[in-house]
């Protein structure tokens, strides 16, 4: 059974920085694509960042030059590096993973494409 699990969040003040984890278990997750996605209140679930099994990175225009996405295939683990947070960066971040398929590098923006959720984590950035 495959099953996701962050941590990291928290309540932050503008410019600073956070790192989010999410061990993952019930898989080789070394074989899959994984991705972070966040929700902010009233608006749609949005493509943060994504990692290839090859560690082939991708993020969102928003985030990009701000956010790191990395993988330790040895722990089971994605982590996504936030710097410089701005209020806009608030919202529930969701970890996920693509098991359709393995050995990908194609780059997956929507979450229809993951087939497994964690169950999220708050990251406040106050002004």
């Known amino acids: 059974q495959v099953q996701l699990v962050e941590s990291g969040g928290g309540l932050v003040q503008a410019g600073d920085s956070l790192r989010l984890s999410c061990a993952a278990s019930g898989r080789t997750f070394s074989h899959y694509t994984m991705g972070w996605f966040r929700q902010a209140p009233g608006k749609e679930r949005e493509f943060v960042a994504g990692i290839t099994w090859r560690g082939y990175t991708y993020y969102a225009d928003s985030v990009q030059g701000r956010f790191t996405i990395s993988r330790d295939n040895a722990k089971n683990t994605v982590y996504l590096r936030m710097s410089s947070l701005k209020p806009e960066d608030t919202a529930v971040y969701y970890c996920?993973?693509?098991?359709?398929?393995?050995?990908?590098?194609?780059?997956?923006?929507?979450?229809?494409?993951?087939?497994?959720w964690g169950q999220g984590t708050q990251v406040t950035v106050s002004s």
């Open positions: 996920a993973v693509r098991t359709t398929d393995t050995f990908s590098d194609i780059r997956h923006y929507g979450s229809n494409e993951y087939d497994h």
